[in-house]
């Protein structure tokens, strides 16, 4: 089982960056792929970014490509967001999540595990 711990989330200007980690409590975190989500007030839960248990390869959602870096530190057992050119469109809460295949999967449902979620507001 992997607990996750999210942190970073705030309120930023259009244009500007934020930066979302996720901390996760599992040894063996780094047999798991990990990935980004976001949802927004009224809206499904959609895929934002993913990435392989090795880190060697990442997919992003075309809204955020160019703009967002998922990136991974096994050491720390941290997977960060990396958000930049944020724009309104953007705001939502965000969730990492764990699945134990190891690889990237677009929707949320075969996910094992996921954070608390955290709020992302960029204003006009």
């Known amino acids: 089982q992997v607990q996750l711990v999210e942190s970073g989330g705030g309120l930023v200007q259009a244009g500007g960056s934020l930066r979302l980690s996720c901390a996760a409590s599992?040894?063996?975190?780094?047999?798991?792929?990990m990935g980004w989500f976001r949802q927004a007030p009224g809206k499904e839960r959609e895929f934002v970014a993913g990435?392989?248990?090795?880190?060697?390869?990442?997919y992003y959602a075309d809204s955020v490509k160019g703009r967002f870096t998922i990136s991974r530190d096994n050491a720390k057992n941290t997977v960060y967001l990396q958000m930049n050119s944020l724009k309104p469109e953007d705001t939502a809460v965000y969730y990492c999540a764990a699945d134990n295949s190891g690889l990237i999967v677009t929707s949320p449902i075969p996910y094992d595990y996921w954070g608390q979620g955290t709020q992302v507001t960029v204003s006009s």
């Open positions: 599992g040894r063996t975190f780094s047999s798991y792929a």
């Open positions: 990435i392989r248990r090795t880190g060697s390869s990442t």
